[in-house]
């Protein structure tokens, strides 16, 4: 079993950064791939970015070049550094874990934090 908790989400405006945390339980944090996702209201829950085991990582066409995902494995913690923000990006961000390598659906992730709210205004 794993526990994710997110921080890091706040009111920002467009052009601004921020950095988002997930701070997970559990001695095999590691093994685990780490994704986030992201849900606005009314629209489904869209993959942002993923970092595999082994340091891997993958992005949305929306975000590459912008987000950069990476994980502390010390601290069981996985960050999402957010930069040259639009309004677009407004939406509630979720950190999930999968036992497998890596995935772009949130189906494939077993594990899910509570969310925390990103807010970027023009």
């Known amino acids: 079993q794993v526990q994710l908790v997110e921080s890091g989400g706040g009111l920002v405006q467009a052009g601004g950064s921020l950095r988002l945390s997930c701070a997970a339980s559990g001695r095999t944090f590691s093994s685990y791939a780490m994704g986030w996702f992201r849900q606005a209201p009314g629209k489904e829950r869209d993959f942002v970015a993923a970092i595999t085991s082994g340091d891997y990582t993958y992005y949305a066409d929306s975000v590459k070049g912008r987000f950069t995902i990476s994980r502390d494995n010390a601290k069981n913690t996985v960050y999402l550094q957010m930069n040259s923000l639009k309004p677009e990006d407004t939406a509630v961000y979720y950190c999930?874990?999968?036992?497998?390598?890596?995935?772009?659906?949130?189906?494939?992730?077993?594990?899910w934090g509570q969310g925390t709210q990103v807010t970027v205004s023009s």
């Open positions: 999930a874990a999968s036992p497998r390598y890596y995935g772009s659906s949130p189906y494939e992730y077993d594990y």
